[in-house]
């Protein structure tokens, strides 16, 4: 079974995209962070996969958050949203490493 963290500030965000893997036989939601530092703080207690992650988060940015993860935890997939325009992050958020 995959298991994914949801990383996003915003409680309601990270209760929608829990609903939406709930059904699926092939992947467990784990939990869900609300700050960049927070990511790292629940890897150290629980096995991850994925990191479904915003970009716009506080304490530590989402793209800080992913090139920290791809340094110390190669392993862990990270998929990265945002409600920015794609011009400004997407370029970014690929040469960081984004999966």
Do not use: W
């Amino acid at each position: 079974m995959i298991k994914l963290l949801v990383a996003d500030s915003h409680p309601i965000i990270r209760k929608g995209l829990e609903l939406l893997f709930v059904t699926s036989p092939q992947m467990q939601v784990v939990g869900g962070v609300g700050n960049g530092e927070a990511i790292f703080d629940f890897i150290k207690q629980h096995r991850v996969d994925i990191i479904l992650c915003e970009i716009d988060l506080p304490k530590l940015n989402g793209i800080t958050a992913l090139r920290r993860l791809k340094r110390e935890h190669p392993e862990v997939k990270t998929l990265m949203f945002t409600s920015q325009p794609e011009e400004i992050y997407a370029i970014n958020t690929i040469k960081a490493g984004a999966d």
